[in-house]
């Protein structure tokens, strides 16, 4: 068998080790698909059209790698993982700010 050698990335904030299969912003898998950001992405195993599955990238901040979880990381013009959007907050937009407020603590309320 040949097994693909996967890299693997692992997001700062939880922890979550995935192998990924490509970097950038233009998956290999489908060639109509252009993302915003630079990701890690890997195929989509269940998926028949191929489509790349995005699993996280690294901090607009502090460059640090996040994984795509609302949890961990927060896109808005760029990828920021949490802390960074706490402690820079006053920097969004007042709807931005609400909106982070209110997915920051999801984990209590997800209950
Ligand atoms: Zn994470
Ligand atoms: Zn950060």
Redesign the pocket.
């Given at each position: 068998m040949d097994q693909p050698e996967f890299k693997s990335f692992s997001c700062?904030i939880c922890g979550i080790e995935i192998n990924y299969d490509y970097h950038g912003r233009a998956p290999p898998y489908h060639p109509k698909i252009v993302f915003l950001e630079d990701g890690y992405f890997r195929r989509d195993p269940f998926s028949k059209a191929f489509r790349p599955l995005f699993l996280g990238s690294h901090?607009?901040?502090?460059?640090?790698e996040?994984c795509a979880a609302t949890t961990c990381?927060f896109f808005f013009s760029k990828r920021?993982?949490?802390?960074?959007?706490q402690?820079n907050i006053t920097a969004f937009p007042p709807e931005v700010q609400r909106e982070l407020k209110r997915t920051s603590g999801v984990d209590s309320e997800a209950a």
């Open positions: 700062c901090c607009g901040i502090c460059g640090r996040v990381s920021c993982c949490r802390p960074c959007c402690a």
